[in-house]
């Protein structure tokens, strides 16, 4: 019975035991299962998180492609519209010179037709001309009673001449029509570039003489002119005093040593401490100083032209000339001048502007140096600028401005006409008035020596000349030819400034007295 106690017991505990295992793993399976479940939910809300993701993304993109269509298509859309409208424009303006081009055909067609008209009436004219001589010999010839070989040689007398005016009557149509091609060209561009550059009508004048008071004369000469032999040897000068009352006079070649000692004698002067040491320490400081101021006025003058730096000695030289003159206009003033008005004739002509200002700005340099180098002073010039760099197309500018060598380009024969431009304007230079009365007499005289005239005038200074012939000697025809004669001779034969215009002048008076 105890056995059977136990036997149940045992059994049940077994029965739990197997049922809390049973339960056990019931547990465990359904914690697995919703472990599985949720990591498969976590798994589809990730992919559904993904998949929205490339969605956005693909939209955004999508969005992208689709502006950046938008906008090329947009700018396409504005080329083609801006090619649809340069091509209405060039069409328009086509249109416009084509209606031009047939305006001008048609006044062409008439001014040729004119031109045929008169050209048949003159030619019917020389005809009855012709014949009319024709006639009119053969009366001479039958009227004189001359044999064949006087009348031949009559003839070809008549045929010389007739040759002769016809010579005459072309070299005259040429002269017309070259001055009709090129004369109105060449005035408006001059023209223009005198009216754009406003310089100065004027240049300043350096004196040389300084004014000075009784007792400060004899300090200036020193014992025994120990002061002034000390000055007169440290600069280079000449020092005249008792040649004008209360006046030093300065006398000196060289324009820049004279400057030195003007200056120089006036800082002495002012400080009345004049003796050998003194006067060596002053003369020393002024140079020293002037050569400073002379490279800052050829820097000044590159600045003031607008072109590229340029060597240093041709600063130096650029503003040596800064002390010369010529019929006292100031020549670095003058060749800034000529710098700025051949500017404008460059590119007037669509040359080059830089090169042209380079070339006016350097054209007269020879003239800043002495005498120990020889030659005009292009040649000169051109050597300078050659030695120091500068291109063979400013080299030959400047030594071709004055026809010294020929020019091989145009910059040459710009400089030229810009340098003739700035010497003649209104009181840019000045002359003596013994030289002036002398350039007058001569013009006068070389016009008067000419056969055929009767008496010749200088008119506007000298810049026009009048020349009356003897009608019954010089015909219309040989007027022309004579105004070039004279023109000529006065290149060949005098030196002026600017140009002189020639006027032959040929009339008959008929006069009558009624009584």
């Known amino acids: 019975m105890l056995l059977l106690g136990n036997l149940v017991e045992n059994a049940v505990a077994l029965t739990l035991g197997a049922g809390t295992v049973c339960l056990l793993y019931l547990w465990r399976d359904k914690a697995s299962r919703r ?3 949720a990591e498969a939910a976590r798994a589809r809300l990730e992919a559904e998180r993904i998949i929205q993701q490339g969605r956005i993304a693909a939209q955004e993109e999508a969005l992208k492609l689709r502006q950046e269509v938008e906008r090329a298509g947009a700018a396409r859309q504005a080329e083609h519209a801006e090619a649809e409208r340069r091509l209405a424009d060039r069409e328009a303006l086509l249109n416009a010179q084509l209606s031009r081009f047939v305006e001008l055909e048609r006044r062409l067609e008439a001014q040729t037709e004119e031109l045929e008209r008169r050209a048949n009436a003159v030619a019917e004219r020389e005809r009855e001309v012709a014949e009319l001589d024709r006639q009119r010999r053969e009366q001479l010839r039958a009227l004189a009673g001359i044999n064949e070989a006087d009348a031949r040689a009559s003839y070809l007398a008549e045929v010389r001449n007739e040759a002769a005016r016809d010579a005459n009557h ?22 223009l570039a005198i009216q754009r550059y406003a310089g100065s009508q004027r240049a300043d004048h350096l004196t040389t003489s300084i004014a000075i008071g009784d007792e400060i004369k004899g300090r200036i000469i020193g014992r025994e002119g120990r002061n002034i032999r000390s000055f007169e040897s440290a600069t280079g000068v000449t020092v005249l005093i008792d040649d004008a009352p209360g006046t030093v006079i300065l006398s000196g070649f060289d324009p820049v040593r004279r400057e030195v000692a003007r200056e120089a004698m006036q800082r002495l002067i002012a400080d009345g401490r004049i003796h050998p040491t003194r006067i060596e320490e002053v003369v020393a400081q002024v140079s020293k100083e002037t050569e400073e101021m002379i490279l800052r006025l050829g820097e000044g003058a590159v600045h003031e032209a607008g072109i590229r730096p340029l060597h240093p000695e041709i600063l130096k030289l650029l503003g040596r000339l800064h002390f010369r003159h010529s019929y006292s206009q100031n020549i670095l003033t003058h060749s800034v001048e000529v710098a700025h008005l051949v500017g404008l004739l460059a590119a007037e002509l669509s040359l080059d502007v830089p090169t042209a200002k380079r070339v006016g700005l350097l054209h007269d340099i020879g003239k800043a140096v002495s005498h120990e180098m020889e030659g005009p002073h292009a040649t000169v010039g051109a050597e300078l600028v050659r030695r120091y760099g500068e291109p063979e197309i400013v080299v030959n500018g400047v030594a071709s401005h004055h ?24 009181g840019a230079r000045s002359e003596s008035l013994a030289t002036y009365l002398k350039r007058i007499e001569d013009l006068e005289k070389l016009a008067s020596a000419i056969p055929g005239v009767e008496r010749s005038y200088a008119l506007q200074a000298g810049r026009e000349l009048r020349v009356f012939v003897h009608p019954e000697e010089v015909t219309d025809e040989e007027a022309f030819a004579l105004a070039r004669t004279v023109a000529s001779r006065i290149q060949n034969e005098i030196q002026y400034p600017g140009q002189i215009k020639v006027t032959v002048i040929r009339e008959s008076r008929c006069v009558e007295i009624a009584k």
């Open 403 to 426: 026809n010294d060598v020929p020019p091989v380009g145009p910059y040459g024969i710009l400089v030229s006409a810009a340098d003739a431009i700035s010497a003649s304007r209104p």
């Open 170 to 191: 072309l070299a005259q149509r040429i002269i017309e029509q070259a001055r009709a091609e090129a004369e109105g060209k060449a005035r408006d561009i001059i023209t």
């Open 35 to 37: 472990t599985r479940e």
